[in-house]
């Protein structure tokens, strides 16, 4: 059979393919798996003060383990074999989660060897082999979905990302907070691979004022006051964005600006783009609010943003464009992880999809 390497009873199981209950510990751990360093990364991940990437690991490979294991490779699979298994893109698109891949299975068991043609960032095209592991089966098997999952799935994100930075220029191509629950970290590091620029990681990073605190606070420039005094009070300094609809609100956040020492750092145009019948966008009010500001503060152009219509939007001088669909509306990127990689490539080419 392609693929099947030499036996060896050197090797111990991993928990993951046991029956014991004690399938994973969830210590908290911010540094990555035996093998894997960060600074080896040619796109290291956003630095966040608690995310748990290897948690998250851990977590992920413990749902699918259950108390039991894998009951099928433990039925299927001779304990000592081991085996060859390639990466295989079933169409073309930029690979993201090569690093955090290699994690996984280092994760399951830091005997497997991973080795890779291609690094996070890269351009693959339909039916390319770009990776392979060896090494104990079980292992392989136990890793195998759990690795696919992120890499699909931070690949899509980072091909989508590349497809409208390159629409977008000169301006740059943004997230928001419209990520997976638990996997925030991971899917702005695909947007950081995918050749776009990350925005606040969460809600202790940046100011940003948006409508229902200005409803709260009672208009725009009671909440920036406010912001202005919180910061002060605290001895604290960060970026500080608020939202803006309309001219007039433009107007009040650039009078304010001019009569009070402020933090601010820049204004969010939302919804400025508005859609047409015929598919088009009329960016006109977008690029009147940009001229009103005349590079007094950094903008951010958010609402109806797509593929279609960011390269508009990117020639009206904002300096960021944001996109929750990079992140919410994910397309995953078809990759396998195949042992008899022949037959993969039959059935491939039969399927359209290698």
């Known amino acids: 059979?392609?693929?099947?390497?030499?036996?060896?009873?050197?090797?111990?199981?991993?928990?993951?393919?046991?029956?014991?209950?004690?399938?994973?510990?969830?210590?908290?751990?911010?540094?990555?798996s035996a093998g894997v360093s960060l600074e080896a990364m040619p796109i290291k991940p956003p630095s966040h003060p608690t995310y748990d990437l290897k948690g998250i690991i851990k977590l992920a490979l413990a749902e699918d383990a259950g108390v039991r294991g894998d009951v099928t490779c433990m039925a299927t699979i001779?304990?000592?074999?081991?085996?060859?298994?390639?990466?295989?893109?079933?169409?073309?698109?930029?690979?993201?989660?090569?690093?955090?891949?290699e994690m996984v299975f280092q994760e399951v068991d830091p005997s497997l060897k991973v080795e890779w043609s291609r690094k996070d960032g890269d351009y693959v095209r339909k039916g390319l082999q770009f990776g392979r592991v060896y090494g104990r089966a079980h292992s392989i098997v136990v890793a195998e979905r759990i690795a696919l999952n992120f890499m699909q799935r931070m690949s899509g994100i980072a091909t989508l990302t590349k497809a409208m930075a390159d629409a977008a220029s000169p301006a740059y191509i943004?997230?928001?907070?419209?990520?997976?629950?638990?996997?925030?970290?991971v899917d702005k590091w695909a947007v950081l691979i995918g050749g776009g620029r990350n925005h606040r990681l969460g809600l202790f990073d940046m100011v940003l004022?948006?409508?229902?605190?200005i409803s709260i606070a009672g208009g725009i420039s009671n909440a920036?006051?406010?912001?202005?005094?919180?910061?002060?009070?605290?001895?604290?300094?960060?970026?500080?964005?608020?939202?803006?609809?309309?001219?007039?609100?433009?107007?009040?956040?650039?009078?304010?600006?001019?009569?009070?020492?402020?933090?601010l750092t820049r204004i969010m145009l939302d919804n400025m783009v508005v859609p047409l019948a015929n598919g088009d966008v009329d960016v006109s009010m977008l690029k009147e609010a940009v001229d009103?500001?005349?590079?007094?503060?950094?903008?951010?152009?958010?609402g109806n943003v797509t593929l279609e219509t960011v390269h508009k939007i990117g020639q009206t001088g904002v300096t960021y464009i944001s996109s929750g669909a990079l992140t919410?509306?994910?397309?995953?990127?078809?990759?396998?992880?195949k042992i008899d990689t022949e037959l993969a490539l039959e059935v491939g080419r039969r399927t359209k999809r290698a």
């Open 1 to 32: 059979m392609p693929g099947i390497l030499p036996i060896s009873s050197s090797i111990l199981l991993p928990h993951y393919c046991t029956t014991s209950r004690h399938i994973v510990r969830m210590a908290a751990a911010h540094t990555t």
């Open 78 to 101: 001779p304990f000592d074999m081991e085996v060859e298994a390639h990466f295989l893109a079933k169409e073309d698109g930029i690979v993201a989660g090569i690093a955090l891949a």
């Open 209 to 213: 004022i948006k409508d229902n605190h």
């Open 174 to 185: 943004l997230e928001t907070r419209k990520t997976a629950p638990g996997l925030r970290l």
């Open 292 to 302: 009103l500001i005349n590079g007094k503060f950094e903008t951010e152009a958010s």
């Open 224 to 263: 920036l006051r406010a912001v202005d005094q919180y910061l002060e009070r605290e001895n604290l300094q960060m970026e500080v964005e608020v939202e803006t609809r309309t001219h007039e609100e433009v107007k009040e956040v650039l009078q304010y600006a001019s009569q009070t020492k402020t933090s």
């Open 328 to 337: 919410h509306s994910v397309k995953a990127l078809d990759i396998s992880l």
